[in-house]
T-cell receptor
Framework: NAGVMQNPRHLVRRRGQEARLRCSPM?????VYWYRQLPEEGLKFMVY????????ESGMPKERFSAEFPKEGPSILRIQQVVRGDSAAYFC??????????????FGAGSRLTVL | KNEVEQSPQNLTAQEGEFITINCSYS?????LHWLQQHPGGGIVSLFM???GKKKHGRLIATINIQEKHSSLHITASHPRDSAVYIC????????FGTGTSLTVIP
């Protein structure tokens, strides 16, 4: 396992379409985090998931955005009815279970969404 | 006011110089991360700290929990160190600094 795998690396959508971004965590990692980096801005936390469970979604926009991490398969970040302001780089990170609550993060290469 | 403040925002250094990037935070944390974002956009986690000091090659990271401050040091800097360095903290939520853009000139 080369690490955290994200796909697609680049995605172009027209306004109103749906975007689905996938993240396969590192082998043995059961926690997935999604972050967004808007153009010329810093990283912003979106959501933290364990398998079949959303732990913290405080950074997710209230509408159109959803995330899941099913028992089998990758984590998916779904954006419905995309708008130009959704154009950004979306990064996924994964971590193993940590009793201390402090998690070593491994980042994926990111998925760059462009909304036309 | 941001929960995580980094300084400087931009830094240019000559190859071989010793570099320090600072991070101050205002929230309770369980860990602090130093991340490196390459010009192509990829992000690498350099360190995760909850106390003390860690060293990896030419990189050293320190944290002072009482003062809510961390520093990232690069010794004998090299042009390949040119990147954006991001401080992030995890506690009840996740907060990121806006990054320090480092350029090392040959």
């Amino acid at each position: 396992n080369a690490g955290v795998m994200q796909n697609p690396r680049h995605l172009v959508r027209r306004r109103g379409q749906e975007a689905r971004l996938r993240c396969s965590p590192m082998k043995g990692h059961s926690h997935v985090y999604w972050y967004r980096q808007l153009p010329e801005e810093g990283l912003k936390f979106m959501v933290y998931l364990q398998k079949e469970n959303i732990i913290d979604e405080s950074g997710m926009p209230k509408e159109r955005f959803s995330a899941e991490f099913p028992k089998e398969g990758p984590s998916i970040l779904r954006i419905q009815q995309v708008v130009r302001g959704d154009s950004a780089a979306y990064f996924c990170a994964s971590s193993p279970i940590s009793d201390s609550g402090a998690n070593v993060l491994t980042f994926g290469a990111g998925s760059r969404l462009t909304v036309l | 006011k941001n929960e995580v403040e980094q300084s400087p925002q931009n830094l240019t250094a000559q190859e071989g110089e010793f570099i320090t990037i600072n991070c101050s935070y205002s929230v309770g944390i369980s860990a602090l991360h130093w991340l490196q974002q390459h010009p192509g956009g990829g992000i690498v986690s350099l360190f995760m700290l909850s106390s003390g000091k860690k060293k990896h090659g030419r990189l050293i990271a320190t944290i002072n929990i009482q003062e809510k401050h961390s520093s990232l040091h690069i010794t004998a800097s090299h042009p390949r160190d040119s990147a954006v360095y991001i401080c992030a903290v995890t506690g009840n939520q996740f907060y990121f600094g806006t990054g320090t853009s480092l350029t090392v000139i040959p």
